[in-house]
């Protein structure tokens, strides 16, 4: 037991932060995490609540968002071969439904359900474990655990089989392959909007992919399927009057996002509403069949800054302004479009200040005290990495200019990174062990990560079964 004051408050102070539920008979589902993701048990004793013996080969990765706890567990059953799947962690058997997760299709994937005690209810859908007989330690001394700086550092299992040797090549050889993989990504995407503008034309795929980059991963494709109306709408288009209203009814009655009912909604909503209503009832009717259903949208686990609704109001100023994609091409043209020229970006990009959407995230939220940018510096890197400058590239490569097609390659290698994720830092965490590293730094270097996971990882299990990347490694070292 410790003694001298600072071990004592640090003690006291940490365990109060962490464990604050700890005087129940389940402890806080954090620790229970923590436990299972470390593998603090005994492993060669565990089964599953039907006796069967279970084999963890990967606990998983650990997934902070929403859907189950532990992404691509490798797991054995009894005297099956292993299985990969996802592991979901609760107190009890009973919050499988009580959770919904019996009704969510994110959880048909889940291989375990780790509990922390056998309950009497009835079996669930999926093989069901319980951590508390099989505990290395006791309770107290994981609560302990838990708040020290043992806990915070990614497990051994969590390395893949390339995290050695990325520690033991020459720095230079790592990021040049990161260099290269990047301009894959880079050139991949550039690609996809050539292959898209050979269909609706240059400017039609540069709207798509820029709607796809508001929508990001959670409603890239339903940001797909109303950029894909644009020009439809653009023909209904009023040549006079408010056209950001215009553009921001259409955008959001095509999305499903209008009430019916304008009464009793949050103080300064339903005038906004009525604004936009005057025009979106009288071109309803017209895209009847387009009109998309709420189960379209993905709203969970989304910053306020990233709701559908404030991207589509942000949509519809570039939209109403006839010359948005001419400016876009004058800033690139004039050279300074490198990272010293992401604020000359960002201002083409940024909305003037909205009445409604500067001081609402949502249709529904209360209003903020002050007002806020409808664009931050971080997505801009989103859309400009992933859109603007491959779409810059691409039509240089197609128009046989290869020193436009340079610049823009130039300016993706040198822009400014984007706003880390739970994916960055798996991936740092699965190659470089959770450490930082100067060649990293960029939105190329993630990029770059990105790509060589897709290429690597994601085509091999957690146990990296088979992977050819450490040899590649070693290949390009010259070892």
């Avoid at 299709?105 to 780790?114: K, S």
Wanted: include cysteine.
């Amino acid at each position: 037991m410790t003694t001298d004051p600072y071990s004592q408050w640090r003690q006291w102070r940490l365990r109060g932060g962490c464990l604050e539920e700890s005087g129940r008979a389940v402890p806080p589902e954090r620790l229970a995490q923590a436990i299972w993701r470390h593998q603090r048990l005994l492993r060669d004793r565990m089964s599953t609540l039907t006796g069967e013996p279970l084999r963890v080969l990967h606990p998983g990765f650990w997934n902070r968002g929403a859907g189950p706890d532990f992404r691509r567990a490798v797991i054995r059953i009894g005297e099956g071969l292993p299985v990969t799947g996802d592991v979901e962690v609760d107190a009890s058997r009973a919050q499988w439904a009580a959770h919904g997760h019996d009704r969510n299709p994110a959880y048909r994937g889940v291989v375990l359900h780790v509990v922390w005690t056998a309950g009497g209810e009835e079996a669930g859908p999926v093989p069901v474990m319980a951590l508390r007989p099989f505990l290395d330690a006791s309770v107290e001394e994981l609560e302990v655990w838990l708040c020290s700086d043992a806990a915070m550092e990614p497990p051994l299992t969590s390395l893949g089989q390339c995290a050695p040797c990325l520690r033991q090549v020459a720095p230079s050889v790592t990021a040049a392959v990161l260099r290269q993989a990047a301009l894959v990504r880079f050139q991949g995407k550039a690609r996809e909007l050539q292959a898209r503008a050979r269909q609706v034309g240059w400017e039609q795929s540069l709207w798509e992919g820029l709607f796809r980059g508001l929508g990001y991963r959670h409603n890239l494709w339903p940001m797909q399927a109303l950029a894909e109306l644009i020009p439809g709408l653009r023909e209904r288009c009023p040549e006079s009057g408010n056209l950001v209203l215009y553009w921001q009814a259409s955008l959001l009655g095509l999305a499903g996002f209008l009430p019916d009912d304008l009464t009793g909604r949050r103080r300064g909503a339903d005038s906004y509403l009525r604004q936009v209503w005057d025009y979106w009832w009288r071109e309803r009717s017209a895209w009847e069949r387009h009109l998309m259903p709420s189960g379209s949208w993905c709203r969970q686990g989304l910053r306020p800054a990233n709701h559908p609704h404030r991207r589509l109001a942000l949509a519809a100023h570039w939209l109403a302004r006839k010359t948005f994609i001419g400016s876009l091409e004058r800033w690139f043209g004039s050279g300074e479009n490198d990272h010293r020229g992401s604020r000359e970006l960002l201002a083409l990009l940024q909305a003037p200040e909205d009445d409604f959407w500067s001081r609402h995230w949502t249709l529904g939220s209360e209003p903020m005290p002050r007002p806020r940018p409808l664009l931050g510096e971080q997505r801009l890197t989103d859309l400009a990495v992933n859109s603007l400058l491959p779409w810059f590239w691409v039509r240089a490569v197609a128009a046989n200019n290869p020193d436009l097609a340079l610049r823009a390659e130039r300016a993706f290698l040198g822009w400014p990174e984007s706003q880390d994720n739970a994916v960055l830092r798996l991936c740092r965490q699965r190659l470089m062990g959770g450490q930082r590293q100067r060649h990293l730094r960029g939105a190329a270097g993630q990029q770059g990560l990105l790509q060589i996971v897709h290429d690597f990882c994601e085509n091999a299990n957690a146990l990296c079964t088979g992977c050819p990347f450490p040899e590649f490694l070693r290949r390009q070292d010259g070892s």
